[in-house]
């Protein structure tokens, strides 16, 4: 029996804790790390890279990314083919990766053509939250972060 | 007793799946990009046991030149890509990782190499945007242009996958699709017999380039 009752704690801790702050407590907030744009070839076009990560006990909606450098639009990549979407989704507590080949932030209409070593200003915009501000670094045309796997 | 003590143990066992599925489902839950990673293949290369025989590809180059690719790479080693210039991500990405990774050859290794972009996207990719782009990468490289349906075929003969530009239905802009491979032809057996995937980097054709100059197995 207790052995019983144990495990049944266990189940509660288990679940308790991925959805612990609840509806109710905020607590946390939305952040964004590893932001980077590799040089693009040419003034035409750029892509932009983060990892959004949500820290609050609620749903986080991205609905617009705009930039002092040109248009920003948001993309996910489908077996070679992108798709824009206007829209995406961060569940509490997770987080949403625009990472090369996968979803990517693609600038259009540059006012110049970003070079390494240079900061591009980004902001975030969120349904029902503040935005964000991201300074993405430019880096070398052939960057790749070094991810944990 | 030993009838409980197996209960209990079925139970903690339970248990700790019922864990392990809040977790996981958890981890899901977010939309953490979808890439497909080859299980347990550290290398970037992919060797085919049954080489492909390069298209017979005739098409215009960045100069408006009739290009006949089996012609003009015979008995030189050969990169071949089917993308686009209106690609933020992937294009650019590949081509940058072969023009770096092209630098550490030795001179004479460097004229040997033939590195081919075929646009997938002929409409907006003619041949002075073609060589604009490509100028931006390494003014070697060769970009072609021409019908697509001729694009598409010679891709197919490679097991790349291409779709014609399309409109996006949501927001009307131009879609385009590229191949997510580079196909190394040999310069012995002019055969394509080496394919890297999307996510090589310019380590990897760093590493891989001296031996496929040569013709030989990364």
Known sequence: MPAAVLTAALVLTGCGSDSGSGSDSTGGDISVSGAYMPQPVSDDMAAGYLTIVNDTGKKAELVSVTSDIGEVTMHETVGGAMEELTRFSIPAHGRLAFKSGANHLMFDKLKHKPEQGQTVSVELHFAGADPVVVKMPVKSATYVPKTGH | ?218
């Open chain 2, 1 to 218: 007793m030993r009838k409980k003590t197996f209960a209990a143990a079925a139970l903690l066992a339970a248990a700790t799946l019922t864990l392990t599925a809040c977790g996981s489902e958890n981890d899901s839950g977010s939309p953490v990009s979808v890439v497909s990673e080859e299980a347990g293949s550290d290398k970037a290369a992919t060797v085919l046991d049954q080489p492909f025989e390069k298209p017979d590809l005739v098409l215009t180059d960045t100069q408006g030149k009739k290009y006949d690719l089996r012609k003009e790479t015979a008995g030189k080693p050969t990169l071949l890509y089917f993308g686009y210039t209106h690609c933020p991500d992937i294009c650019p990405l590949t081509m940058n990782n072969i023009a770096v990774a092209k630098k550490s050859l030795p001179k004479s290794e460097q004229d040997e190499l033939r590195v081919i972009f075929v646009t997938t996207d002929p409409d907006r990719d003619t041949p002075s945007e073609l060589g604009k782009w490509l100028k931006g990468i390494d003014s070697r490289f060769v970009g072609l242009t021409g019908d697509f349906a001729t694009i598409q075929a010679s891709a197919r003969t490679l097991g790349i996958s291409i779709e014609p530009t399309h409109k996006d239905k949501k927001t009307g802009k131009a879609v385009s699709v590229h191949g997510t491979q580079v196909v190394a032809f040999s310069p012995k057996t002019d055969a394509g017999y080496v394919l890297y995937g999307e996510d090589a980097t310019v380590d990897d054709y760093t590493k891989d380039l001296p031996k496929l100059v040569k013709g030989e197995k990364p």
